[in-house]
């Protein structure tokens, strides 16, 4: 059965601080690994990681992917209150265009 | 572009009631997904259409959801009868297959 594993389930900083949240996998026909931040409702993207030691940047937050232990993180640094979310991993399979969710790191920073 | 639509935003009902939610999709998305996501947990994939045609329903509860998607553009996601354990947030997404996925804003969903 297909499955993705975040850790930790929660997180608790204070503003400033650097986090790394962590997401494992195990599927079959792997297409690409994906970042999103949710804050209210509706998941934002984040990024798309498909080629195994290649970081992708955004401000702050950065993601890597590593297929032969099959796991990626997301790193944020100088983390700010606005980080406060929920962080989501999902992996896109090749097989009917599937999308498997983990269930998510809550992230709180303290101010 | 457009995003895609939901509606309600909120509904409230009580058990053993019905309920129905809409999705409009971005224009030319062939694929739609209806998720379910309980408060603390990941969205987990309640149905997926390709056009108007059902992919992967296994996880829909199908003595109580359905969900229709007429001439393969706007869907429907029935609860009938509603349950305490389905008050959750109902999302919507599209995609234009490989190139990502578009979610709406969804609808939260209490069961009182």
């Known amino acids: 059965e297909d499955k993705v594993v975040q850790s930790p389930l929660s997180l608790v900083v204070h503003e400033g601080d650097t986090v790394t949240l962590n997401c494992s996998y195990e599927v079959t026909n792997f297409r690409s690994l994906l970042w999103y931040k949710q804050e209210k409702k509706a998941p934002t993207f984040l990024f798309m990681l498909?080629?195994?030691?290649i970081e992708k940047k955004s401000g702050r937050l950065s993601s890597i992917l590593d297929k032969k232990e099959l796991f990626s993180i997301l790193n944020i640094t100088a983390t700010q209150t606005g980080d406060s979310a929920i962080y989501l991993c999902?992996?896109?399979?090749?097989?009917?265009?599937?999308?498997?969710f983990g269930k998510g790191t809550r992230l709180h920073i303290l101010p | 572009e457009a995003g895609v639509a939901q509606s309600p935003r909120y509904k409230i009902i009580e058990k053993r009631q019905s309920v129905a939610f809409w999705c409009n999709p971005i224009?030319?998305?062939?694929?739609l997904y209806w998720y379910q996501q309980i408060l603390g947990q990941g969205p987990k994939l309640l149905i997926q259409f390709q056009n108007n045609g059902v992919v992967d329903d296994s996880q829909l509860p199908k003595d109580r959801f359905s969900a229709e998607r007429l001439k393969g553009v706007d869907s429907t996601l029935k609860i009938q009868p509603a349950k305490l354990e389905d008050s959750a947030v109902y999302l919507c997404?599209?995609?234009?297959?490989?190139?990502?996925?578009?979610f709406g804003s969804g609808t939260r969903l209490t069961v009182v």
């Open positions: 999902a992996v896109e399979t090749n097989r009917d265009d599937k999308i498997i």
């Open positions: 224009s030319g998305h062939a694929t």
């Open positions: 498909t080629s195994s030691g």
């Open positions: 997404a599209s995609s234009l297959n490989r190139y990502g996925y578009t």
